[in-house]
C-alpha cells in the first residue's frame, strides 16, 4: 500500500468557505465574540460603504505575537479535541477565517503586543493568481501604512480584524 499526501488545492478550498451561509450580522458577531473572548474591554466597528469599502474591528484585548498571528491566520488552526478556556468560543480554527471571507476577498489582521507590531493578509485573488496557500506577512514600513494602525500604536495591545474588497465569487481569470 502506498500513502499519498494530499493538500487541498488553496484557490477551491479558500473560495468554497465563501459560500458557508454566514449572514453579514452573524460573521461579523463572530469577529467580535473573538475579541470578547481575548478580554477586550474595548471593541470599535468602523466601516465605510463607498470606495474604498471596508469593515474595521478594533480591540484592545491582549493581541498577538508574530507566530500567534500565523497560527490565528491558519485554516484549521485547532483541534476541536483540545481542552479549552470555557471563554473560549473557537472550536476549529476556522472562525476567523470563514467568516471574514464570507463577507470579504481580503481579509487583513494587525495585533500589537508586548509593543511590537505583526501584520498578516489572506489575499483571495493573490491564493488564486498562485495557485498555493500565500498568506502575505507586512514588514514594519508596510503595518505604518495600513490603515487604522495608528489607532493601534496608541494603545498598549490589542487588534485590527481588517475586511476589503467586497466582490463576489471568482468565476475564473
Not at 61 to 87: H, I, N, P, Q, W
Not at 112 to 126: E, F, I, S, T, Y
Amino acid at each position: 500500500m502506498q500513502e499519498t499526501i494530499l493538500l487541498p488545492f488553496a484557490p477551491i478550498l479558500v473560495e468554497s468557505t465563501r459560500s458557508i451561509g454566514y449572514t453579514f450580522e452573524a460573521a461579523l458577531a463572530d469577529i467580535i465574540d473573538n475579541s470578547i473572548g481575548k478580554n477586550a474591554t474595548e471593541i470599535r466597528v468602523m466601516y465605510s460603504s463607498v470606495s474604498p469599502q471596508y469593515v474595521a474591528v478594533i480591540d484592545n484585548a491582549c493581541g498577538m505575537s508574530s507566530s500567534e498571528l500565523e497560527t490565528a491566520m491558519r485554516y484549521g488552526s485547532r483541534s476541536s479535541l483540545e481542552v479549552r478556556d470555557k471563554e473560549d468560543l473557537g472550536r476549529f480554527g476556522l472562525g476567523l477565517k470563514t467568516a471574514s471571507m464570507s463577507q470579504c476577498r481580503k481579509l487583513t489582521v494587525i495585533s500589537k503586543k508586548d509593543g511590537d507590531m505583526n501584520a498578516a493578509c489572506w489575499d483571495l485573488d493573490v491564493v488564486i493568481d498562485r495557485g498555493d496557500w500565500i498568506l502575505l506577512k507586512y514588514g514594519s514600513e508596510e503595518i505604518a501604512s495600513l490603515p487604522f494602525v495608528d489607532m493601534l500604536s496608541a494603545q498598549e495591545s490589542g487588534t485590527i480584524v481588517l475586511w476589503q474588497e467586497f466582490r463576489p465569487v471568482r468565476l475564473g481569470k
